[in-house]
């Protein structure tokens, strides 16, 4: 039976020390936010969890809720958690479209954002408020990055991001789709432009590859680009996928969705690195899991796997020479992502790790003055609200740059 949020909120202890609070990643205010959802002043909390959280309504429908907020209720020691969530999707949605777009005073200064993903809208979102003229700058036809191209429909409906779409034009933030930096127009174009100060947020797009033989055949794919059009592909009745983390699971569960009978999932070691939430739903909608095999090749009649010699921890410390096709019509490789390197190729002295991704200082700063960053291209692959927690700070560092760079011109 479906949970009545009224009730929810009524089980509630508003804990002196809220373990829900502290263990969300952006903090969210929980036990005031049910407060005023008791008093029914939903505007009232939408306005709060908005300011605190722009994605609010996306993180209340994708967040790992288990190892983070409700994962920490006190209730949920002895039995069921209060399902927080829930009240903020209720308050979030409610408040998306009826929220009064309030700008500072225009400040005449122009901000590019370089990708439209949570990072990209965080910060959009925060500097138009402020009264700074933002233009997005994005590679695909459509906003919302992972949010509309990585998770599926079933999970997040994507007429959320058309809704933001709307909301950022509300707020003058202009959107220049199809438009890649680092391809015709590069980060020093922008600055010649007059834009004051750049944020990247263009996340990581490129899947790792496993350096075998077969990868290339037309049988095998990558995780995120066949989730980025699953109906494009034909993979047959049996699926095998290499790998087990969450981008696995959900491939899983959008290939069931698209006539595949069968799905085989493979880890080489023994534990999954997916959350339980996400593995039961896929393993509910028939997906099986096998352990401790490592990939050797991939054929044209599927993969080709040889037993993982684990150690106690279950790392894998050795592969036998025994090899066994495992039959199947398509392969999907999903372990993992990086950044692609256009923009470090393109722009003197932006620099990153050994993975490619971008170095920042404790203020959001890249290596090139004026460009900032957050999001999965800075910290690898995470979560959406972990991406718009790292991109509120860098909005709100680079509002102090521009300050400070007000303050010394004025001198
Ligand atoms: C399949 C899948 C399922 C996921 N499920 C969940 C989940 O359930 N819960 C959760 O919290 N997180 C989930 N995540 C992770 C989450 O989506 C990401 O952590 C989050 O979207 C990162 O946000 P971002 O803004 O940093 O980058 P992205 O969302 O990747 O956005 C980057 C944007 O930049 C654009 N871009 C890239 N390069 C350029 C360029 N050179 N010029 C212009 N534009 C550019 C891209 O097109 C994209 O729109 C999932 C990820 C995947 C792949
Ligand atoms: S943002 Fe995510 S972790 Fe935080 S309260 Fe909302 S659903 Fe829970």
Request: glycine fraction near 8%; proline fraction near 4%.
């Amino acid at each position: 039976m479906p949970i009545h949020i009224e009730n929810e909120a009524q089980r509630c202890l508003n804990c002196k020390v809220p373990m829900c609070q502290k263990f969300c990643p952006i903090h969210t205010s929980i036990p005031h936010i049910i407060s005023l959802f008791k008093e029914k002043k939903v505007m009232d909390a939408g306005k709060e969890l908005f300011q605190n959280n722009p994605m609010s309504v996306i993180c209340a429908t994708v967040c790992n809720h288990e190892a983070q907020c409700i994962g920490h209720c006190v209730l949920g020691r002895k039995g069921t958690p209060v399902q927080f969530y829930e009240i903020e999707r209720f308050i979030s949605d409610a408040y998306l479209d009826r929220m009064s777009v309030d700008r500072a005073p225009l400040k005449h200064k122009k901000v590019a954002v370089i990708g439209s993903g949570p990072a990209g809208m965080t910060v959009a979102i925060i500097l138009a408020k402020n009264g700074y003229d933002v233009t997005i700058f994005e590679r695909k036809n459509k906003i919302g990055g992972m949010l509309r191209y990585g998770i599926p429909e079933f999970r997040l409906p994507k007429s959320i991001l058309d809704r933001y779409q709307k909301l950022l034009t509300r707020l003058g933030v202009q959107i220049r789709l199809n438009t890649t930096i680092g391809g015709a127009l590069r980060i020093d174009n922008l600055f010649r432009d007059g834009y004051q100060t750049i944020f990247v947020g263009t996340g990581v797009w490129r899947p790792n590859t496993l350096g075998i033989e077969g990868e290339s055949l037309a049988n095998a794919h990558f995780g995120i680009s066949y989730l980025e059009n699953p109906s494009n592909h034909e993979l047959g009745e049996s699926l095998a996928i290499i790998g087990m983390g969450n981008v696995a699971m959900d491939v899983a569960r959008t290939a069931f969705r698209n006539g595949v009978q069968k799905v085989m999932m493979f880890e080489r070691g023994n534990h999954a690195t997916a959350s339980s939430h996400e593995m039961s739903y896929a393993e509910l909608d028939g997906a099986e899991f096998i352990y401790g095999k490592s990939i050797r090749r991939i054929t044209e009649k599927g993969p080709v796997f040889a037993d993982s010699i684990l150690d106690n921890e279950g790392n894998v410390v050795g592969v036998p020479e025994h090899e066994e096709l495992v039959p199947a019509d398509s392969v999907i490789i999903a372990i993992s992502q990086g950044p692609k390197d256009k923009l470090i190729m393109s722009t003197e002295h932006l620099e990153g790790t050994s993975r490619g991704l971008l170095i920042t200082d404790e203020n959001s700063m890249t290596t090139v003055e004026g460009v900032f960053a957050a999001g999965d291209v800075v910290t690898g692959p995470l979560t959406v609200v972990h991406a718009t927690e790292a991109a509120k700070r860098a909005a709100e560092a680079m509002m102090r740059y521009m300050e400070k760079e007000d303050t010394s011109a004025q001198a």
